[in-house]
């Protein structure tokens, strides 16, 4: 699979922007997709994650404290993407925001970067005070 992040822009606080990773390639729904980002001069960090979907029930998710409450992780398995919908946001969330992808089974730490075999592009979001 090979992921293309889109959305980013400039924004002000407390506006709202919506980050889309667009994955080409076969099975997309049976790869693990997390969102990260790395402000300048910092290490990337975790921002959110889904999971596949089983039957019925929508896949897993997690967020960063940081994020919790006002970013929202989905997936559309049908057109490939995995949308990252971000609210409320504050100058401290500037950043080149990554989507990654990691098959199914993998690894259950969401979290870490090293979890992840594919990476996208970046996008960057510029969150003005």
């Known amino acids: 699979v090979q992921l293309q992040a889109s959305g980013g822009g400039l924004v002000q606080s407390g506006g709202s922007l919506r980050l889309s990773c667009l994955g080409s390639?076969?099975?997309?729904?049976?790869?693990?997709i997390g969102w990260f980002r790395q402000a300048p001069g910092k290490e990337r960090e975790f921002v959110a994650h889904i999971g596949t979907r089983i039957g019925w029930s929508s896949g897993s998710t997690s967020y960063a404290d940081s994020v919790k409450g006002r970013f929202t992780i989905s997936r559309d398995n049908a057109k490939n993407t995995v949308d990252l919908q971000m609210n409320s946001l504050r100058p401290e969330d500037t950043a080149v925001y990554y989507c990654?992808?990691?098959?199914?089974?993998?690894?259950?730490?969401?979290?870490?970067?090293?979890?992840?075999?594919?990476w996208g592009q970046g996008t960057l979001v510029t969150v003005s005070s």
């Open positions: 390639g076969r099975a997309f729904s049976e790869y693990v």
């Open positions: 990654a992808a990691q098959p199914r089974g993998r690894s259950q730490t969401y979290s870490a970067t090293g979890s992840y075999n594919v």
